[in-house]
Nanobody, 114 residues
């Protein structure tokens, strides 16, 4: 079992920035963020492996940056130039090194006002 602690969501004006963080209770292979807006499917925001390989959703490329601190088992999502369409619940997702099991966080709300 893996416990995840997410933080950093909130309300920000368009053009502003927020940073999300997600701390895992043990070593993780892949860490990432997904988001779900009302009435829409959950979508990829960004992922990063323990080796530092990253993958971004098309809508956030150039604006969001994912990073991780392996010593702290923590992943960060720096979100810049936020737009109202970035408003969603953001979920941390991890894949364990052993067994490849998926775990999801409870989600943190990000609201961008116009």
């Amino acid at each position: 079992q893996v416990q995840l602690v997410e933080s950093g969501g909130g309300l920000v004006q368009a053009g502003g920035s927020l940073r999300l963080s997600c701390a895992a209770s043990r070593s993780i292979f892949s860490m990432g963020w997904y988001r779900q807006a009302p009435g829409k499917q959950r979508e990829l925001v960004a992922t990063i492996t323990s080796g530092g390989s990253t993958n971004y959703g098309d809508s956030v490329k150039g604006r969001f940056t994912i990073s991780r601190d392996n010593a702290k088992n923590t992943v960060y999502l720096q979100m810049n130039s936020l737009k109202p369409e970035d408003t969603a619940v953001y979920y941390c997702r991890v894949v364990t090194t052993t067994g490849g099991y998926n775990y999801w966080g409870h989600g943190t709300q990000v609201t961008v006002s116009s």
